[in-house]
Each structure stands twice: as C-alpha cells, then as structure tokens.
C-alpha cells in the first residue's frame, strides 16, 4: 500500500506556486472514504475557506454527521485532530487569497452552455495550469527518486495503461528509448499479462490509471509484482486498487462537465513522465545525450527542408517530439 505524504507547512520553493496541498491530498482520497467521512471532505473541497472558519460543531452540522465522524476523517487523512486541520486549511486559505489579489479572481473550471468561446478557452488554460501546478505539488520527490533510481538500474521496463493512460504510457516507452533504455508500452489485456509474466526481479513494472481501477492495469501490474518486479503506479487516488503498488506516484487532475477521467487526467500524468525522464536523463547525462544526438541523426533525413536549414546555419534540432 503506498505511503501517502502529509503536506509540509510553509514549504516553499523558488518560483514555483503556492498550491493548497492539503486539498489535493482530500481530493485523491475522496473514493476511499466512507459515506459519512465524504460528505465531511466534499464540503471541505467546495469551499476550504468557509470550512477553516467553521467550529467542528458547524462542520459536522453543515455535513449531517456527527462531531466524531469529523475527528475521524482528520485521522483518516493523517492529521491529529480538527484543530490541526483548521490550521493548515486557514493557512492555505490566506495563501489563496494573496494569489487571488495578485492574479486575478479564479474561473469556475465547469463548462457552461452559456459561456462564449472566450471563456471556455480562458476556463481550459485555465484548469490546465492548474493541473500542472498541482501534480507537481502533489508528487513526493523521495518517492520520485527512488522510481527513477530504480528505472536507471533495470533490465527492462513496461509500461501498462488503457483508454488515454496508454497514450501517456506510449509517451513514457518512447523517451526511455530514446535515451537507450530498453522498455515498452501495453494496452492490451492479453498482451500486458503475458509480458507481465515473463518479468523479473530486475526489471520495472508502471501502470497509469486515473481511478486507479481499470481491471487491466490493476491485473497486470499485480502479475508483475508477482513475478518479482519492482511495481509503479500513476494515478490520482493512491488508496485506489492500484495503490499495493511498491511506489505510487500521485497527480492532481480535476473533473469537470466536459473533462472527465480520459481528459482530464492526461496533463496530469504527462507531468510525471515528464519528472521522469528528465531525471532519468540527468542521473546517466553522458549517456542520455549521446543517445539523443544518436537518435535525433538517425532521423534528420526524414524532415522537409532539413538540408536548407543546414546551409543557413540554424541549430540542429534535437529533440525530436514529433
């Protein structure tokens, strides 16, 4: 089951926003969470603001539970009490606040049918963002390094996921190679249980999965473990089904009318390959480089007018996302 990291208090780091983490951590625990305890983080979610400012009488009052379902809750989600939780919502409340004054007032992220293209454009940049900013918020940089130390050291790496997540997976598969690290992508069920079945202990199992319980990703992965290798899951509740996984990797996607699961999570979990690759790259740079300047020649050929660049003294393009 995958350890899931309480929010550091006042964690700052340069240049990158301040985001309200203990939300997230809310958010990605919300499925696994009994009735009574959901309706306590679904009104926490809808307005963290009003719920810091709350007694837990008025909280378990607004929620139709009782005051101990709401202790519940706060040590169901690792905090020692409604007090302790209070103090971390008010914190990132006033962070909230600040970033409203400076940036503008927030768009609400739904869709609705009577908004112009304008604002439906502004609302997706928008949520977007925002996904980004929160998925990097939410990742447990030990966590991060221990999946890409591991990565480095394997024989082989599968990767497995359905629906969009096995867009994302073919994604990942193609820059490990890229970078000369043998690995490869599954979408198929029966596909990713054979493969799964002939790993090891030296290889890396990951699985992506939004819900964290689509079947095939769930089952293969579970194989995988079984036979040895070390398991990753990509996902945006990590005490989802998925979550026995040996590190899991958290993003922070929002649902919304038209982005549900297989849109909305998509940016998400690009932001964690992306983690991963860079610092796959970086901890064997020598190699890395070598092999992308390989690769990148390999195709130079293959571009319209490439040789006319050339002649007028244009850098080489190297990183080949097409």
Request: hydrophobic letters at 40%.
């Amino acid at each position: 089951m995958a350890h899931i990291p309480k929010p550091t208090e006042g964690r700052v780091e340069s240049g990158i926003p301040q985001v309200p983490t203990t939300v997230l951590r809310i958010r990605s625990l919300l499925p696994s969470l009994a009735p009574a305890e959901r309706r306590v983080a679904q009104r926490i979610i809808d307005d963290p603001e009003r719920a810091a400012a709350s007694s837990i009488t008025q909280l378990a009052k607004d929620c139709a539970t009782s005051e101990a379902t709401v202790i519940r809750f706060c040590r169901t989600i690792d905090f020692s009490g409604y007090r302790e939780l209070r103090l971390a919502l008010a914190t990132e409340a006033g962070q909230a606040r600040g970033a409203r004054t400076t940036g503008g007032p927030e768009p609400d992220g739904d869709i609705n049918p009577d908004d112009t293209l304008v604002t439906v454009v502004q609302k997706i940049a928008y949520t977007d963002a925002r996904a980004v900013e929160e998925t990097g918020a939410a990742l447990d940089v030990d966590v991060l390094r221990t999946v890409i130390d591991t990565m480095a050291a394997a024989r082989r790496i599968d990767v497995y996921g359905v629906g969009a997540s096995a867009f994302v997976g073919a994604d990942l598969q193609q820059k490990l190679h890229r970078i000369g690290l043998t690995s490869f992508a599954w979408s198929d069920a029966h596909v990713m249980l054979t493969s799964a079945a002939l790993l090891d202990g030296r290889d890396v199992a990951i699985g992506i999965s939004h819900s964290g319980a689509t079947i095939d990703t769930v089952q293969a992965l579970t194989e995988a473990g079984r036979r040895g290798a070390r398991t990753v899951a990509i996902t945006n509740f990590p005490r989802s089904p998925i979550g026995f996984a040996d590190h899991v990797l958290t993003t922070a996607a929002r649902e919304t009318t038209f982005r549900s699961g297989a849109t909305a999570s998509r940016l998400a979990q690009l932001t964690v390959v992306d983690c991963l690759f860079v610092g796959l790259a970086q901890s064997r740079y020598a190699d890395s480089r070598t092999a992308l300047e390989t690769t990148a020649d390999a195709v130079r050929g293959l571009r319209i007018n490439d040789d006319r660049k050339r002649r007028r003294g244009r850098p080489d393009d190297k990183t080949n996302d097409d």
